[in-house]
């Protein structure tokens, strides 16, 4: 928050509690003056909707008798209790007041930020799966470059099976590479990010100042589980050719 250098005088309009049902009726609202003391900038929704001043001040202009509070903020030692203690408190206030977790206050934020979290799982997913065509033209040369190789395990009576089962292997070994470089890369750069901060954000209108990360174990399950399954489909292909391969020993 930033002072400001020329204070001004301003004209300030509530709502008075008490007031009558016409809203186009001056005697609905109360005026009062005011000096500004400074500026803050946070988030746009939040700069264009909020002014900070003094709760007596308010009080007076809605008609509030000095113990009387329009809302009323909880902070809880064990975030993870929450729910129960909504729950609860609710049953105790009944239906007089509603009570609401910071995740329902700003529910349109909240589920921005859930889209666009999948939707950057939806653009990773996209690009293993080009990744994939790649993998796909690399196991089908091998298995023309191993024609011979395989004919060799067939007369030494392997089946169908036991061939197509080295390929996918052979694929599944190439996306546990990958995706294990991928994690270790990931959690180092999320350990340096937590620690010394080295991404910054751009802007002054921001709580922080650099870019914040959490690490969820979900979210590096849910990424090596599609890359695992991407790597199985895209290997399905050259192996089964591999094992359907015609018997055949000469070069």
């Known amino acids: 928050m930033q002072a400001d250098k020329n204070l001004f005088p301003v004209t300030v309009f509530l709502p008075k509690k008490t ?25 746009q929704d939040f ?25 009323l903020e909880i902070s809880l030692l064990d975030p993870g209790q929450s729910e129960k203690f909504i729950e609860d408190l609710q049953n105790l206030l009944e239906t007089k007041y509603k009570v609401l977790t910071k995740f329902q206050q700003n529910a349109s934020l909240y589920n921005s930020m859930r889209l666009e979290k999948w939707f950057i799982f939806a653009v990773l997913t996209l690009i293993l799966i080009i990744a994939a065509f790649n993998m796909i033209g690399a196991l089908t040369m091998l298995v023309l470059e191993k024609r011979k190789d395989i004919s060799v395990l067939q007369s030494l009576g392997a089946d169908k099976n036991l061939i197509k089962k080295i390929f996918l292997s052979e694929g599944l070994l190439l996306a546990v590479t990958g995706a294990g470089t991928g994690i270790i890369f990931a959690l180092i750069i999320c350990f340096l990010q937590v620690k010394f901060k080295i991404i910054k954000l751009v802007g002054t209108s921001f709580l922080i100042d650099y870019f914040p990360v959490k690490l969820v174990f979900t979210d590096f399950i849910l990424v090596t589980v599609t890359a695992l399954i991407i790597a199985l489909g895209a290997s399905w292909f050259p192996a089964k ?10 070069t």
Request: hydrophobic share 35%.
């Open 47 to 71: 700069d264009n909707k909020y002014a900070i001043t003094n709760i007596g001040f308010v009080k007076q202009q809605m008609n509030y008798s000095p113990d009387e509070f329009s809302a």
């Open 241 to 250: 050719k591999a094992s359907e391969q015609i018997f055949n020993l000469k």
């Open 19 to 43: 007031s009558s049902k016409d809203l186009n009726s001056m005697d609905a609202l109360s005026a009062g003056n005011a000096t500004t003391a400074g500026s803050f900038a946070i988030q």
